[in-house]
């Protein structure tokens, strides 16, 4: 599913990610950053790994920045079309957890909790349920992650994350087409959380 499409459908579900629209030129990319700092992506089919070829812009500010990475990611969709330049607002620091969601031919649509980098890839600390959950699975998912004392460094976001694994939960229940989601990363931070990238793969 198209990014924005996905990003306009799980906001009907209270499942809020950053800011962002695609851009036809440097001026509405300057426009859409406002003096804000904003990351900048190339949206293609034919790239897997963006971030591995040059495809993610970070931490651009001023125009003239903006417009210089907007100019090499031209540069860069002329092997990759058809392509579109995605902008984001650049979220602040913070910790990093996954939500995913896929389904089952046998029991259907699962919930993943994780968290984020090399605890998801290297050692493989998630918590999967079946959906829907209830408060209280949403609750042991959590305390059942090795990395939970991370995770929970804050005490705020066991509350954010209980109630996103929630509304996933009934996102994927009520969208029996989707088949698959990906919230990777979801930053964690002042007591608040942004979704940083998302996918979602319907039949």
């Known amino acids: 599913m198209d990014y924005m499409d996905a990003h306009a459908l799980l906001g009907k579900y209270g499942i809020k990610a950053l800011d962002a629209a695609y851009v036809g030129s440097a001026k509405e990319a300057v426009g ?3 003096g804000r700092t904003i ?11 963006k971030s591995k070829s040059g495809l993610v812009k970070l931490s651009l500010s001023g125009d003239a920045k903006i417009e210089g990475a907007y100019s090499e990611l031209v540069k ?8 579109k330049i995605l ?6 620091n913070g910790t990093e957890i996954i939500i995913g969601g896929n389904t089952d031919p046998q029991f ?12 998801v890839e290297v050692f ?8 829907p959950i209830t408060e209280y699975d949403a609750n042991a ?7 939970k004392q991370i995770m929970l460094a804050d005490e705020r976001n066991g509350k954010i994350v209980k109630n996103l694994l929630l509304k996933v939960s009934e996102f994927l229940v009520k969208n029996q087409k989707i088949t698959e989601l990906d919230l ?7 007591g608040t959380y942004d979704a940083v990238d998302l996918r979602l793969i319907g039949e």
């Open 32 to 34: 859409f950053a406002k």
């Open 39 to 49: 990351v900048m992506k190339l949206i293609s089919d034919k790239a897997l790994h």
């Open 76 to 83: 860069l969709g002329e092997k990759l079309k058809p392509y």
């Open 87 to 92: 902008v984001q607002e650049q979220v602040s």
């Open 108 to 119: 259907g649509k699962l919930i993943l909790l994780g968290l984020g980098g090399i605890y």
């Open 124 to 131: 493989k600390d998630v918590s999967v349920r079946l959906c």
């Open 141 to 147: 998912m959590i305390e059942s992650l090795k990395s």
């Open 184 to 190: 990777n990363p979801i930053i964690l931070h002042d």
